[in-house]
């Protein structure tokens, strides 16, 4: 009984030690301002459409936002094809919260046609000067010209299975979704007229990411449909190129409840589409 009573006694000091030493409230680091943020943003030397964000800033997250999405890195070089004058801002997560610079200005005076001319850019877009107009490969019959279907399952434990096209719930409603055209006219331009959902449609850009086989698009999305494409975790970050040659693509975005699952919509070319 002894014993016992001093292993209670012994606890409970340990608690009202434990309980002393905890501070009456909790707070965060400082605040970072404006002066303390610590960076560069600069042309490459080697190709002046390269533009280099260097983060110098110590002990924060970095947060660029750039004319062809956002970036965490700490160095990142985005390219940018075409002549303009383009807005980089530059922020950071800090223990006090997160800061952010003003816009920083950069113009571009050259054209950067090795980028433009290689083969992704032309099989998306036709080419510098040209444009290319893709369409779901899905018809108001429900008919796929090329693909078993215009969306496929993917990912760790979702692997495609040619059955799926005929379970209601896992495809996607037949229809004609209209079309969406890149264009490479003075910009990277991306149109989206989509016909069974209007106010997925809009104007704005893309950039393809060659080195990482990755797509993405700004002020508008590619063709999706509504059950299948709400699952979707953001329609405006870098999709994954799973296909793209001169007719057919495919892309990949991730699910917002599982990131290891994938939902990939099928492309074929408008000329394909008219001409099979």
């Known amino acids: 009984m002894k014993n016992k009573l001093k292993i ?14 905890r501070p009456d409230k909790y707070e965060l680091g400082p605040l970072a301002s404006k002066t303390d943020l610590k960076y560069t943003i600069a042309p490459s030397s080697t190709n002046p459409n390269n533009i280099v964000l260097t983060s110098l800033t110590p002990n924060v997250t970095p947060m660029w936002v750039t004319p062809y999405g956002q970036s965490t890195r700490v160095k990142d070089t985005i390219n940018i094809p075409f002549p303009g004058t383009y807005k980089f801002v530059y922020g950071v997560e800090s223990a006090g919260g ?17 980028t433009v001319s290689s083969p992704m850019w032309v099989n998306l877009a036709g080419g510098y000067g040209k444009s290319k107009t893709w369409v779901l490969d899905l018809d108001a019959n429900g008919v796929s010209k090329y ?24 495809g996607v409603s037949a229809g004609n979704y209209g079309t969406m055209t890149f264009d490479l006219k003075g910009d990277a331009h991306f149109s989206s007229n989509n016909l069974m959902f209007p106010d997925l449609s ?10 990482t086989n990755q797509l993405a698009t700004i002020g508008a999305q590619v063709l999706h449909d509504k059950a299948q494409g709400n699952n979707v975790l953001d329609w405006y970050a870098k999709m994954t190129i799973k296909t793209l040659d001169a007719d057919h693509m495919q892309l990949i ?15 074929i070319s408008l000329n394909y589409y008219n001409t099979h």
């Open 8 to 21: 209670l006694v012994v606890f409970l000091v340990s608690v009202l030690l434990f309980s002393a030493c």
């Open 202 to 211: 809009g104007t704005g850009k893309f950039m393809l990411y060659t080195a």
């Open 253 to 267: 975005c991730i699910s917002k409840a599982d990131g290891s699952a994938w939902y990939i919509y099928n492309y």
């Open 147 to 170: 693909f078993g279907g215009p969306f496929y399952y993917g990912g760790t434990g979702w692997e495609w299975d040619p059955a799926f096209k005929d379970i209601g719930w896992a």
């Open 98 to 114: 997160f800061v952010q610079s003003d816009s920083a200005t950069v113009i571009v005076n050259t054209l950067d046609q090795n």
